[in-house]
């Protein structure tokens, strides 16, 4: 037993002097443990809507308050017309519109009925179904409490409308996610063990010593990738479109200029991966965890950013799969062109530009 209790402890001295070690036992699971308890909630908090009141009367601004008291909803503006509403939902990321018509409160009060408008963003069903009821739910709490006040059977009868989606299907939402997340998974997995694998087997010695500059050894591990990577793209689509009923209301060639800019930049993150590593397993590692969390938790396809707190929400701007699968939406829903989308394309250009040219600093041109 003696000497079983010293094989024991000297295990026990490997683990606490091994920091790898120690942070795969106590670092992941706090991590795991913050980010899932703040980020993955059934719960919607702050959705950015917009109000077009018509009416101005006392029932409309009424209603307007109870929606801006909400934790649920983020009145972002009042809107004057119709249209300013449209330009809301294509340009600002709104999730719900409501419009008060003309006479609203005097409709009630001597017809005993009026109508309210809600219109939501459906490419996002989950989100667009439950904001609506969230609505309908201040709005006949108002209705209550003006038939008890007077006694009269008042009716407000909400016209719901889904945009970009009237059937609520359930891929609409979720392709351009899985999209940004096969194309990262795939693409930094590739490159990622690329290099390592040269190392590995003891080639690299050969590269080295060879004309070839640090540029272009990195550049031509990225080539065969970037091919293979646009070929899954169009198979992607075709599924999408063909299987899946998913729409290409945009330009297509724009579509797959952004998609190639997203691969560029996931290939450029494979190979800084695959530069500061030692070994297959740990790129892969590196490559599958340190992606796949970030894309499903903070892309915004699974669970809404707006419910995070604000650090959780700034630290998503870092995660390129967010802005491609913003720039997806707006292209393949909302039809938008290039104009819409020009700040997320120059973050994804800068982002791509970063991991190249920490790529080749960190690339050695001499064995350890």
Request: proline share 4%; glycine share 4%; aromatic share 10%.
């Amino acid at each position: 037993m003696k000497q079983f209790l010293s094989f024991v402890r000297k295990e026990f001295y490997h683990v606490f002097r091994d920091s790898k070690t120690l942070l795969m036992l106590f670092g992941i699971p706090i991590v795991l443990i913050v980010l899932f308890g703040f980020a993955v909630t059934n719960e919607i908090k702050n959705a950015k809507i917009v109000v077009c009141d018509y009416a101005k009367d006392p029932a409309s601004q009424e209603i307007v308050h109870k929606l801006s008291v909400s934790e649920t909803f983020h009145l972002d503006k009042t809107l004057l017309s119709y249209s300013q509403m449209e330009e809301a939902f294509k340009k600002e990321n709104i999730k719900l519109a409501i419009i008060f018509p003309a006479n609203f409160y005097k409709d009630l009060l001597h017809l005993n009925k009026a109508q309210v408008q809600i219109i939501a963003d459906g490419s996002d069903p989950n989100t667009a179904n439950t904001l609506t009821n969230y609505a309908i739910s201040v709005i006949m709490e108002y209705q209550q409490k003006l038939m008890q006040d007077n006694n009269i059977p008042y009716s407000i009868a909400p016209e719901i409308r889904m945009l970009y989606n009237p059937e609520l299907k359930g891929a609409i939402n979720f392709v351009p996610g899985i999209m940004a997340l096969v194309l990262l998974l795939v693409c930094v997995l590739m490159t990622a063990v690329s290099i390592v694998r040269e190392k590995e087997a003891g080639t690299m010695e050969v590269l080295l010593v060879s004309p070839f500059s640090p540029f272009m050894v990195i550049i031509s591990k990225a080539i065969p990738y970037l091919v293979l990577s646009l070929i899954n793209l169009a198979v992607i689509l075709i599924l999408s479109v063909t299987l899946l009923g998913m729409p290409i209301n945009g330009s297509v060639w724009l579509l797959v200029a952004e998609s190639t800019l997203f691969i560029i930049c996931a290939l450029s993150l494979g190979l800084l991966i695959s530069n500061v590593t030692q070994s297959q397993q740990t790129a892969m590692l590196l490559a599958v965890m340190g992606m796949m969390l970030p894309t499903m938790l903070f892309t915004g396809f699974m669970f809404p950013l707006e419910n995070m707190p604000k650090a959780l929400q700034i630290f998503s701007n870092i995660v390129p799969s967010k802005w491609y699968y913003i720039i997806v939406k707006s292209i393949m829903i909302k039809g938008l062109g290039f104009s819409a989308i020009w700040k997320e394309t120059l973050i994804l250009f800068g982002a791509t530009c970063f991991f190249l040219v920490v790529s080749l600093r960190s690339f050695k041109i001499r064995l350890s």
